[in-house]
């Protein structure tokens, strides 16, 4: 029986679960291919949020497959000698690491059964990046949005994993290769996905990181008995946001405790991607430097600590360098404007300034909802913009968060929910980027001394 290495007879292997859920995502694949709601360019390409598709729609057809109540995920069986394996993913054995997942999957399956078939079809339709085919004004059409909201949030920490990234390309591969036409018809395309670097650091790895933060004021490294460079806590505001001191990654060779001998590799004449490259990762010193929280993930969970910087430096820069015109003012003091960036560009850039347009409208509307509980002698609970940041940090399935969707202070289109899922969503499309990807390691060894 695939039990867990823990002596529980009871618990499933990750393992197992990992090879069930890319069973059924070659499978969600290759049916949303065939009802044409992802075409074999898009699958060949991998472009867009792909990644994040792709596992939500695993969820969704798992949800209509769902016959138990409390809901369980009904698993295939992966071999004929298989009988004996339970066939049902429940709390009762599901692993530690996907217990979240499994709650907030659990949450949508009434709501996505209860959905006649033009919406359920319509659901489908939102997860895949299409619009709905039933009017806005339908009943249904506020349900479905948070529905796929929730999807999408599971989804994005699904593909965060390094487990499900070795193998995607793979699931790719299979829903282009189905249903192949007569013969003489053009070969299936090929998959072109390309899992990001690896971040955990190999035995061989050398002591300090390839990368240091370039501070104003040096400070000195201490190696850890494991290799990693420990970096003590820096001094309240000496990462001050977007000045032209700003920290900087440096590609000197020298080493953390002294003065950097070589500037920064950025400089007034850089590509627009790497002036947008090195912005978002100097941002995500000031992430670490507000945010403690982040320092511990970084010992629990690299990769996850990892994304979520990244995406708290996505929502900083947002809301604190991005001018009513739609420029971005970075490191160096430069201004990037909306001309000045290469088209293949623009979309990232309009998407970074439209997180910050939001993110303002919830700060105001957080305010505004704040005032007025107070004036009715009610108590506050956490803003809409907090319960963003939770979920960038902790995923969608953290605690607090459903217990303020089961208290009713969750709006039910999932407003904060889809926000957060808008900003992961750019985080994951920037860092596939190529610009980003030859730096991204780098870079994670920068994070994994500052956490170590």
């Not at 690491?97 to 949508?108: G, K």
Request: with cysteine; glycine share 6%.
């Amino acid at each position: 029986m695939p039990a867990s290495q823990n002596g529980s007879s009871s618990q499933l292997s990750e393992k197992y679960i990992q090879d069930s859920f890319h069973s059924y995502l070659k499978s969600s694949l290759t049916q949303a291919k065939a009802e044409r709601l992802l075409d074999a360019d898009v699958l060949a390409s991998a472009e867009g949020d792909l990644m994040i598709t792709g596992p939500a729609l695993c969820l969704y057809f798992a949800a209509l497959r769902c016959t138990t109540n409390p809901p369980s995920v009904p698993l295939p069986r992966l071999s004929k000698s298989s009988s004996s394996q339970p066939m049902e993913l429940s709390y009762e054995n599901c692993p530690a690491p996907f217990i979240s997942f499994l709650r907030v999957w659990a949450n949508t399956v009434p709501s996505i059964q209860n959905l006649v078939p033009e919406s359920q079809h319509d659901l489908a339709r939102v997860i895949c990046g299409l619009p709905p085919l039933l009017p806005e004004t339908h009943q249904s059409t506020q349900v479905v949005s948070g529905i796929a909201a929730d999807l999408r949030a599971v989804a994005i920490e699904i593909s965060q994993r390094r487990s499900f990234q070795d193998r995607y390309a793979s699931d790719l591969q299979a829903a282009l290769d189905a249903g192949g036409g007569p013969e003489g018809s053009p070969r299936p395309r090929k998959a072109s996905f390309v899992p990001p670097p690896v971040y955990e650091p190999s035995p061989n790895s050398s002591p300090r990181p390839s990368l240091e933060l370039e501070l104003p004021n040096p400070y000195p490294a201490h190696p850890s008995p494991n290799g990693n460079t420990n970096l003590p806590p820096q001094s309240p505001g000496l990462l001050s946001p977007f000045s032209t001191s700003r920290p900087t990654f440096s590609s000197s060779s020298s080493t953390l405790g002294g003065t950097p001998s070589s500037p920064s590799i950025l400089t007034q004449d850089s590509p627009a991607i790497e002036f947008i490259r090195e912005t978002l990762y100097a941002s995500i010193a000031d992430a670490l430097e507000r945010q403690p929280s982040l320092r511990i993930l970084l010992k629990r969970d690299r990769t996850r600590a990892y994304f979520a910087s990244v995406a708290f430096a996505i929502l900083d820069v947002a809301t604190t360098s991005v001018t009513p015109d739609g420029a971005i003012v970075g490191v160096l003091g430069k201004p990037l404007t909306l001309e000045e960036c290469p088209k293949a560009l623009r979309p990232f850039m309009l998407e970074l300034a439209g997180i910050g347009h939001q993110a303002k409208e919830i700060e105001e509307e957080d305010t505004k909802t704040a005032i007025n509980l107070v004036q009715a002698g009610k108590d506050v609970p956490p803003s809409r913009l907090d319960r963003v940041k939770r979920i960038l940090e902790e995923g969608v399935g953290y605690e607090q968060g459903l217990s303020g969707a089961r208290d009713g202070r969750r709006s039910v289109e999932g407003r904060g929910v889809a926000f957060a899922n808008r900003i992961n969503g750019l985080s994951l499309g920037m860092t596939r980027l190529k610009a980003f990807r030859e730096r991204q390691e780098d870079v994670f060894k920068v994070l994994a001394g500052i956490g170590s």
